[in-house]
């Protein structure tokens, strides 16, 4: 049973630029959400995807935005890029739309330089 | 007011004894709450996941609800050297999936 695949690893970027991060979710999920990780910190969240549109919203930006496929696999893309944007990018894969477990793919780390 | 609050630790605990972790909440009408463990470098692991008032175990892990006191806890028993990690309390306040999360605990467990 695949579990949450995440790609690319990690993504060395400069600032202004754009990044397209990607995210399949754990067999038998419809729902993907994206987290942010800062180094010391918890996850923050991005947004949620259920059924192809983003249903929650966390407080971030409109230079984040994202899309979820029919298949439900997901894309975050980032806009503009700031060196605060470093950080660890988690994808968490769940079951319907809200209050069941979530479980995180292995991240994607990006360096903003 | 942070709306998920951990003790940041590091918790010590010798091996075998019990690590006891504390996680407060502020939106009082919050009914799911999960622990997850990070390794160093790596992504968070679901340990378990609580939405009832009360205790609930799996293997050696405990954890506890008390929803008035806006509380939840995780014991660990008989702690292992590989129990060493940061140990992240999630909320997931209106049950829509939005999860907010503590900073972590991190424990370390010593020989």
């Known amino acids: 049973d695949a579990g949450v695949t995440q790609s690319p690893t990690h993504l060395i970027k400069t600032r202004g630029q754009q990044v397209t991060l990607r995210c399949s979710p754990k067999?038998?999920?419809?729902?993907v959400s994206w987290y942010q990780q800062a180094l010391g910190q918890g996850p923050q969240f991005i947004f949620q995807?259920?059924?192809?549109?983003?249903?929650q919203r966390g407080n971030f930006p409109d230079r984040f935005s994202g899309h979820q496929f029919p298949n439900y696999s997901s894309e975050l893309n980032v806009n503009a890029l700031l060196l605060g944007d470093s950080a660890l990018y988690l994808c968490?894969?769940?079951?319907?739309?809200?209050?069941?477990?979530?479980?995180f793919g292995p991240g994607t780390r990006l360096t903003v330089t | 007011q942070k709306e998920v609050e951990q003790n940041s630790g590091p918790l010590s605990v010798p091996e075998g004894a019990i690590a006891s972790l504390n996680c407060t909440y502020s939106?009082?009408?919050?009914?799911?709450f999960f622990w997850y463990r990070q390794y160093s470098g790596k992504s968070p692991e679901l340990i378990m996941s609580?939405?009832?008032?009360g205790d609930k175990e799996d293997g050696r892990f405990t954890a506890q609800l008390n929803k008035a006191s806006q509380y939840v806890s995780l014991l660990i028993r008989d702690s292992q050297p590989s129990d060493s990690a940061t140990y992240l309390c999630?909320?997931?306040?209106?049950?829509?999936?939005?999860?907010?999360f503590g900073a972590g605990t991190q424990v370390v467990v010593t020989p």
């Open positions: 999630a909320v997931d306040p209106d049950s829509w999936g939005k999860f907010q």
């Open positions: 968490a894969s769940s079951s319907g739309r809200g209050g069941y477990e979530q479980y």
């Open positions: 939106d009082r009408v919050s009914q799911s």
């Open positions: 609580i939405y009832s008032n």
């Open positions: 995807y259920y059924e192809e549109e983003e249903r």
């Open positions: 067999s038998g999920h419809d729902t």
